[in-house]
């Protein structure tokens, strides 16, 4: 289970079986200092045509809770394309560049088309995974009041899935910050999944 893609803020750069589909469906909760309760419910979808190429989808809903109003939306669509660099081997890293393109789609996307650029990492050692993702997402970014733009930042994450049992679970800690590239601070995160 742990060579196969995750779309959680962490990726593995293991792209999967030639063939293989996967669906995920997920719920996200964030609240902070600076910002207002989202909840985030991404669905994704991701098919691998060649042992080393893939291609997928993800769309979006987006909660927003401000004072006594609630607001919600789709934010772009993303349509990907997965390229892995090299073949997986037990004791070296693995290397996949992922190219996203954004199309403007829903109330809260950025009314225009942007690309995302990322190069993920993925080292196993045992029962442990190790990963580093960096990506950098183009475009004009919104300076409406309430969004979830994304763009014109830089984004770097590390984390580790630990598998105590035959590979066939998982636990996962990530790291990641984004620098907006913009009048915003450093966003540091955590995110802990099984």
Known sequence: ?????SPLLLESAYLGECGSTSVFWGLEFEEDSGDFPTTKFPLHL??????????????????FNQDHRTSSGMTNSAFTLFYQLNEPAETGPVFTYRQDILAPTGGFSTGEWNA?????MTWPKGNWL?????????????????????????????????????????????????????????????????
Do not use: C, M, Q
């Open 116 to 120: 995302t650029f990322s190069l993920l």
């Open 1 to 5: 289970i742990l060579r196969t893609r």
């Open 46 to 63: 991701y098919w691998i045509v060649h042992p080393r190429v893939g291609i997928g989808g993800a769309a979006e809903l987006v909660i």
């Open 130 to 194: 190790f990963h580093v993702n960096g990506a950098y997402t183009a475009g004009d970014h919104d300076d409406r009041p309430i969004s979830v733009s994304e763009v014109d930042r830089a984004r770097i994450l590390g984390g580790v899935h630990y598998s105590p049992v035959g590979r066939r679970y998982a636990f996962l800690v990530s790291f990641s910050g984004a620098d907006p590239i913009r009048s915003k601070p450093f966003e540091p995160s955590i995110e802990l999944g099984v």
